[in-house]
């Protein structure tokens, strides 16, 4: 006889359950409510419509379907009595009844039930009254940090305290604001407890009860287990640090005192029992209750499972667990890595496309969903934690890679993903397992992975020259196919230095590669030359395929933002040499410069100016002293930026190395250059004095650039003296040109206007200080008045490029702009432009103009998305839609756009065409407000340019786009400081 099964939930849980419970023989059917996209692929199992909000509908939907057992994965429906009313009408239920259920359900009840049953807990108070709770935090002789909304509450009903503070704020958040509703009508406030946390599941008819092996969750959002607490980023499974001795005290005095309590009170608990277990030093205690099972544990428990899961929850419903006690595999590890949604645990896009699965699975990945849908041909995202990957091996370091490997292959826009999970464990594992060649610290395999990972970032990098692929002896490069005639070789070679260390310990590895490969382009672009190949070597102790991709990703990066062929590299796993989690890099970079065009030129003179280019921040040198001055302000890199507050330390310390390829290597081969000093370890004062004559020193105005808030933090904190910043720190600068007062224009336009003349040349008495530098203390010192920001929305259609000069203009203010991107709105989806605004962090949305049968209802959509947004000013960047009169005044002097002429000459679509008919020497680009009549309104700035006797439409279009990209930021700025706006009379 075969039986038909109705599993509740629609989680990685209940995938897992239903993956599971498909091996059996004895199941025909699984119907799953609601189910997600991956429940309806497993076999046997069907999704199904039931209101499974209505305990009625469920149960006359079991009844007319013949329903042999229903399992019922989340707590909400348990505790609002759905196991009772099925048991009633005669439905077996693997879950236990509402008033077991209260266990979860009031961590008031769970809190008094542990004290009066003898169970090991932390001390704690129940209140009511919001004061009493604060009094009791007050003066409590123990941390009592721990605030609990009593109810249900999502996950998101606790709250751990760094100090008394924040957990008298916790109370009046839960109890005053309101911000749980009901749930935190009680709380708990209890005694913070320090030790490894576990999960220990237990299967229980009521009186027998069979204890699953141990898990352990990963709560936190971040590696390091740092950000915010989520549902679960991932979890393995089984969890070595609890020893056997530890788990005899747990099934004693945690697991038979529980089951026997809740008899006692008549509360027989039949399902999975949950317990949150804290190891501490005097010995394990319960952090809390679960009345089903857990998620993610679940997804790493049950592949462990060798029995057949349908029989041991029939017998429990039955009382009799002893004939179906779950039998499970040996020397078999399970890890689990949660793959969320940008946004997540916070508000999230919905409806991105999943690739990568069918190749995940190739890995041997097991796949359980979460929160996806199908839509049309595809699946997509539906929830914050989208999908499991989970690998079983017998080492648990090469499980953990197995998965990670998976989450890597699996796509979907704005991925995230922990990459450390089972981090405390690895290391600590038995030493008695069979030593295999992998355990003894080299894993070919491992290496293998990683460079069929690899693959496809480093042929993104390819350029003209590049000869071949990555995997061979060496890497080729065909000079002839570059385009030179007579060139020199230059080469460079860096590291990244200390910055390292900070990488290591926040978990951030993304941009380390961008800084490696900015610090040797950059120095070979101070030669004259322009990178054409780049090489990396990573050394590691033990390779992590998941740590290493990412570093390299950020190699190709900033091959890409170099525009230099990543074409080879070595990676050495050293066991012995690195610790484990540590790694060194080191980069080489070759390029080629014309004879004619090397650098520093001789002909550097009196009076000639010194053009800076501001540096992203501390780029890659100074950092023992840095790691120094956080280590002395008592920080870690995972708090606020005292200097910066939207961001965390670590972010702002790691942000990568400016690289200046695109924005010099044109001024450099047209000859406006005289020389280049990249302001490396040795600052300001030992960089520009490599690159001048004899005779001259450089003489620089900090009034004349901006020095980020960091160095001034540095300063103040380490109490860095001006000689020590400027010799160490670039203080803004991160590249400086030397350069003739008539070519200082070009050479800023070539830029995109990020360059500033900071300083002039001037000659010098022998013995005289090569860099003088006036005005260093009171730039560092000054404070602008807080700034008010205008909020920003931006219509774009296409790559973006008028957009992306907005956001490095803001980004390059570092905080002093007073405008702010809130929104980019496409109506055409994939484009560059989109993509550009979401690496910048900027919301996007996309709204087709297609189906609107009156263009003014298509705009009125706009203004509801754009006045949701809080936007006040709206940029036309290159938006191929004319807009509606209508729309224009409920704007009035608010909307903005660029033409590609100075108008009012040349209106309308075809300006560069106008103007090569026109036969004029000059053009250029008009910002102006913007109103019903075509390129009409009041004209707010404009930039020129020559038209050469040869120029083409295009060649005119690319370089009227450089001046747009420097005038449209400008104009931006004036408006959002109001130095400029529309009047009535327009």
Same mark, same amino acid.
């Given at each position: 006889?075969?039986?038909?099964?109705?599993?509740?939930?629609?989680?990685?849980?209940?995938?897992?359950?239903?993956?599971?419970?498909?091996?059996?023989?004895?199941?025909?059917?699984?119907?799953?409510?609601?189910? &997600?996209?991956?429940?309806?692929?497993?076999?046997?199992?069907?999704?199904?419509?039931?209101?499974?909000?209505?305990?009625?509908?469920?149960?006359?939907?079991?009844?007319?379907?013949?329903?042999?057992?229903?399992?019922?994965?989340?707590?909400? !429906?348990?505790?609002?009595?759905?196991?009772?009313?099925?048991?009633?009408?005669?439905?077996?239920?693997?879950?236990?009844?509402?008033?077991?259920?209260?266990?979860?359900?009031?961590?008031?009840?769970?809190?008094?039930?542990?004290?009066?049953?003898?169970?090991?807990?932390?001390?704690?108070?129940?209140?009511?009254?919001?004061?009493?709770?604060?009094? !009791?935090?007050?003066?409590?002789?123990?941390?009592?940090?721990?605030?609990?909304?009593?109810?249900?509450?999502?996950?998101?009903?606790?709250?751990?305290?760094?100090?008394?503070?924040?957990?008298?704020?916790?109370?009046?958040?839960?109890? =005053?604001?309101?911000?749980?509703?009901?749930?935190?009508?009680?709380?708990?406030?209890?005694?913070?407890?320090?030790?490894?946390?576990?999960?220990?599941?237990?299967?229980?008819?009521?009186?027998?009860?069979?204890?699953?092996?141990?898990?352990?969750?990963?709560?936190?959002?971040?590696?390091?287990?740092?950000?915010?607490?989520?549902?679960?980023?991932?979890?393995?499974?089984?969890?070595?640090?609890?020893?056997?001795?530890?788990?005899?005290?747990?099934?004693?005095?945690?697991?038979?005192?529980?089951?026997?309590?809740?008899?006692?009170?008549?509360?027989?608990?039949?399902?999975?029992?949950?317990?949150?277990?804290?190891?501490?030093?005097?010995?394990?205690?319960?952090?809390?209750? &679960?009345?089903?099972?857990?998620?993610?544990?679940?997804?790493?428990?049950?592949?462990?499972?060798?029995?057949?899961?349908?029989?041991?929850?029939?017998?429990?419903?039955?009382?009799?667990?002893?004939?179906?006690?779950?039998?499970?595999?040996?020397?078999?590890?399970?890890?689990?890595?949660?793959?969320?949604?940008?946004? !997540?645990?916070?508000?999230?896009?919905?409806?991105?496309?999943?690739?990568?699965?069918?190749?995940?699975?190739?890995?041997?990945?097991?796949?359980?969903?979460?929160?996806?849908?199908?839509?049309?041909?595809?699946?997509?995202?539906?929830?914050?934690?989208?999908?499991?990957?989970?690998?079983?091996?017998?080492?648990?370091?090469?499980?953990?890679?197995?998965?990670?490997?998976?989450?890597?292959?699996?796509?979907?826009?704005?991925?995230?993903?922990?990459?450390?999970?089972?981090?405390?464990?690895?290391?600590?594992?038995?030493? =008695?397992?069979?030593?295999?060649?992998?355990?003894?610290?080299?894993?070919?395999?491992?290496?293998?992975?990683?460079?069929?990972?690899?693959? %496809?970032?480093?042929?993104?990098?390819?350029?003209?020259?590049?000869?071949?692929?990555?995997?061979?002896?060496?890497?080729?490069?065909?000079?002839? @196919?570059?385009?030179?005639?007579?060139?020199?070789?230059?080469?460079?070679?860096?590291?990244?230095?200390?910055?390292?260390?900070?990488?290591?310990?926040?978990?951030?590895?993304?941009?380390?590669?961008?800084?490696?490969?900015?610090?040797?382009?950059?120095?070979?672009?101070?030669?004259?030359?322009?990178?054409?190949?780049?090489?990396?070597?990573? @050394?590691?102790?033990?390779?992590?395929?998941?740590?290493?991709?990412?570093?390299?990703?950020?190699?190709?990066?900033?091959?890409?933002?170099?525009?230099?062929?990543?074409?080879?590299?070595?990676?050495?796993?050293?066991?012995?040499?690195?610790?484990?989690?540590?790694?060194?890099?080191?980069?080489?970079?070759?390029?080629?410069?014309?004879?004619?065009?090397?650098?520093?030129?001789?002909?550097?003179?009196?009076?000639?100016?010194?053009?800076?280019?501001?540096?992203?921040?501390?780029?890659?040198?100074?950092?023992?002293?840095?790691?120094?001055?956080?280590?002395?302000?008592?920080?870690?890199?995972?708090?606020?930026?005292?200097?910066?507050?939207?961001?965390?330390?670590?972010?702002?310390?790691?942000?990568?190395?400016?690289?200046?390829?695109?924005?010099?290597?044109?001024?450099?081969?047209?000859?406006?250059?005289?020389?280049?000093?990249?302001?490396?370890?040795?600052?300001?004062?030992?960089?520009?004095?490599?690159?001048?004559?004899?005779?001259?020193?450089?003489?620089?105005?900090?009034?004349?650039?901006?020095?980020?808030?960091?160095?001034?933090?540095?300063?103040?904190?380490? &109490?860095?003296?001006?000689?020590?910043?400027?010799?160490?720190?670039?203080?803004?600068?991160?590249?400086?040109?030397?350069?003739?007062?008539?070519?200082?224009?070009?050479?800023?336009?070539?830029?995109?206007?990020?360059?500033?003349?900071?300083?002039?040349?001037?000659?010098?008495?022998?013995?005289?200080?090569?860099?003088?530098?006036?005005?260093?203390?009171?730039?560092?010192?000054?404070?602008?008045?807080?700034?008010?920001?205008?909020?920003?929305?931006?219509?774009?259609?296409?790559?973006?490029?008028?957009?992306?000069?907005?956001?490095?203009?803001?980004?390059?203010?570092?905080?002093?702009?007073?405008?702010?991107?809130?929104?980019?709105?496409?109506?055409?989806?994939?484009?560059?432009?989109?993509?550009?605004?979401?690496?910048?962090?900027?919301?996007?949305?996309?709204?087709?103009?297609?189906?609107?049968?009156?263009?003014?209802?298509?705009?009125?959509?706009?203004?509801?998305?754009?006045?949701?947004?809080?936007?006040?000013?709206?940029?036309?960047?290159?938006?191929?839609?004319?807009?509606?009169?209508?729309?224009?005044?409920?704007?009035?002097?608010?909307?903005?756009?660029?033409?590609?002429?100075?108008?009012?000459?040349?209106?309308?679509?075809? %300006?560069?065409?106008?103007?090569?008919?026109?036969?004029?020497?000059?053009?250029?680009?008009?910002?102006?407000?913007?109103?019903?009549?075509?390129?009409?309104?009041?004209?707010?700035?404009?930039?020129?340019?020559?038209?050469?006797?040869?120029?083409?439409?295009?060649?005119?279009?690319?370089?009227?786009?450089?001046?747009?990209?420097?005038?449209?930021?400008?104009?931006?700025?004036?408006?959002?400081?109001?130095?400029?706006?529309?009047?009535?009379?327009?």
């Amino acid at each position: 006889m075969y039986d038909k099964v109705l599993v509740i939930g629609n989680g990685g849980r209940e995938h897992a359950i239903v993956w599971k419970l498909a091996q059996s023989p004895r199941i025909q059917t699984i119907y799953v409510a609601p189910g &997600n996209a991956g429940t309806s692929t497993e076999s046997k199992a069907v999704n199904v419509d039931i209101d499974v909000k209505s305990n009625k509908a469920v149960v006359d939907w079991c009844k007319a379907n013949g329903i042999a057992l229903v399992a019922i994965g989340p707590e909400e !429906y348990l505790c609002r009595g759905l196991a009772d009313d099925l048991e009633a009408a005669g439905v077996k239920c693997f879950g236990p009844s509402a008033k077991a259920a209260e266990i979860e359900a009031s961590k008031a009840f769970s809190k008094d039930f542990m004290a009066k049953h003898g169970i090991p807990t932390a001390q704690y108070q129940n209140f009511e009254n919001a004061e009493s709770a604060k009094t !009791y935090i007050r003066n409590a002789d123990f941390p009592a940090l721990v605030v609990k909304a009593s109810g249900l509450a999502a996950g998101k009903g606790v709250i751990v305290a760094a100090d008394k503070t924040e957990a008298i704020a916790a109370i009046d958040t839960i109890m =005053k604001d309101k911000v749980l509703g009901s749930a935190g009508d009680t709380v708990v406030v209890e005694e913070l407890l320090d030790g490894d946390e576990i999960s220990v599941l237990v299967f229980s008819d009521g009186v027998n009860y069979s204890i699953m092996p141990p898990a352990q969750d990963h709560k936190r959002l971040k590696d390091g287990d740092q950000g915010p607490n989520t549902g679960g980023m991932g979890a393995y499974c089984p969890c070595p640090l609890v020893s056997d001795q530890v788990m005899e005290q747990i099934k004693v005095e945690v697991v038979q005192r529980t089951l026997d309590g809740m008899r006692k009170d008549g509360r027989k608990f039949v399902g999975v029992l949950f317990a949150g277990i804290m190891l501490t030093k005097s010995g394990p205690k319960v952090l809390e209750f &679960n009345c089903r099972f857990g998620d993610p544990e679940t997804e790493s428990v049950l592949p462990l499972l060798e029995s057949d899961l349908y029989e041991t929850m029939l017998a429990c419903t039955e009382g009799n667990l002893p004939r179906a006690v779950p039998v499970w595999k040996k020397n078999l590890y399970a890890v689990g890595v949660v793959l969320a949604s940008g946004g !997540y645990p916070q508000s999230y896009p919905k409806g991105k496309i999943i690739t990568g699965l069918e190749k995940a699975r190739e890995h041997g990945v097991q796949i359980f969903h979460a929160g996806t849908a199908k839509s049309e041909n595809h699946i997509v995202t539906s929830g914050g934690r989208v999908m499991v990957c989970l690998a079983t091996h017998s080492d648990l370091r090469t499980a953990k890679q197995l998965a990670q490997l998976g989450a890597e292959i699996v796509h979907f826009e704005g991925k995230f993903f922990r990459h450390d999970i089972a981090f405390r464990a690895i290391g600590r594992v038995s030493k =008695k397992d069979p030593l295999t060649y992998s355990m003894s610290g080299v894993d070919i395999a491992a290496g293998d992975r990683l460079v069929k990972s690899i693959t %496809a970032l480093t042929d993104s990098t390819k350029r003209p020259g590049t000869m071949g692929s990555i995997g061979g002896f060496g890497g080729l490069f065909d000079l002839k @196919a570059a385009g030179y005639t007579d060139p020199i070789l230059v080469s460079g070679t860096d590291g990244v230095g200390t910055k390292l260390k900070v990488a290591q310990s926040f978990h951030f590895h993304d941009t380390i590669g961008i800084d490696l490969v900015a610090m040797c382009v950059n120095d070979i672009l101070a030669q004259g030359a322009e990178p054409l190949f780049f090489l990396d070597y990573f @050394a590691c102790g033990k390779l992590d395929p998941g740590v290493a991709k990412q570093v390299i990703a950020g190699i190709a990066e900033g091959c890409r933002q170099a525009k230099c062929s990543l074409i080879g590299g070595e990676t050495a796993e050293m066991p012995g040499m690195y610790a484990i989690g540590d790694y060194d890099l080191a980069g080489f970079s070759v390029g080629a410069v014309e004879r004619d065009r090397v650098l520093p030129r001789s002909d550097i003179k009196d009076g000639d100016v010194i053009i800076g280019f501001p540096s992203s921040g501390i780029h890659s040198n100074g950092y023992s002293l840095v790691r120094k001055v956080v280590e002395r302000a008592g920080l870690r890199y995972g708090d606020r930026a005292p200097f910066e507050e939207s961001k965390r330390l670590g972010e702002v310390l790691l942000t990568p190395t400016k690289i200046y390829i695109k924005m010099l290597l044109n001024a450099v081969k047209k000859g406006y250059i005289k020389a280049l000093a990249h302001i490396t370890g040795g600052g300001l004062t030992e960089n520009i004095p490599r690159v001048l004559p004899p005779g001259y020193g450089a003489f620089l105005d900090c009034n004349n650039w901006v020095i980020q808030p960091v160095f001034k933090w540095i300063a103040n904190e380490g &109490n860095i003296g001006d000689e020590e910043m400027l010799r160490t720190f670039n203080c803004g600068l991160g590249m400086v040109a030397i350069a003739s007062p008539s070519d200082a224009q070009a050479i800023i336009d070539e830029s995109e206007g990020q360059g500033r003349i900071v300083g002039q040349i001037l000659a010098i008495e022998e013995g005289s200080p090569k860099v003088n530098v006036r005005n260093f203390q009171e730039s560092l010192n000054t404070r602008a008045d807080k700034i008010v920001k205008r909020k920003f929305g931006v219509l774009i259609s296409g790559s973006g490029t008028n957009l992306q000069a907005l956001i490095d203009h803001i980004e390059n203010m570092k905080g002093r702009s007073a405008a702010e991107i809130v929104l980019v709105i496409s109506n055409v989806d994939g484009v560059e432009g989109l993509r550009r605004a979401q690496r910048a962090g900027i919301p996007t949305k996309v709204i087709s103009h297609k189906g609107y049968k009156v263009r003014a209802e298509y705009d009125m959509k706009l203004h509801e998305a754009l006045t949701a947004a809080g936007v006040e000013f709206i940029i036309l960047a290159g938006f191929m839609r004319i807009i509606t009169a209508e729309f224009i005044n409920k704007w009035p002097g608010r909307i903005i756009n660029i033409h590609p002429s100075l108008l009012p000459s040349f209106k309308g679509h075809d %300006a560069h065409r106008q103007v090569l008919a026109a036969g004029v020497k000059i053009t250029g680009c008009t910002v102006h407000f913007v109103v019903p009549e075509i390129d009409s309104g009041a004209i707010i700035a404009q930039g020129a340019t020559t038209v050469e006797l040869d120029d083409t439409e295009e060649t005119l279009q690319e370089r009227v786009k450089k001046v747009e990209h420097r005038v449209f930021p400008e104009a931006m700025e004036m408006v959002a400081q109001g130095k400029v706006f529309l009047q009535p009379d327009g």
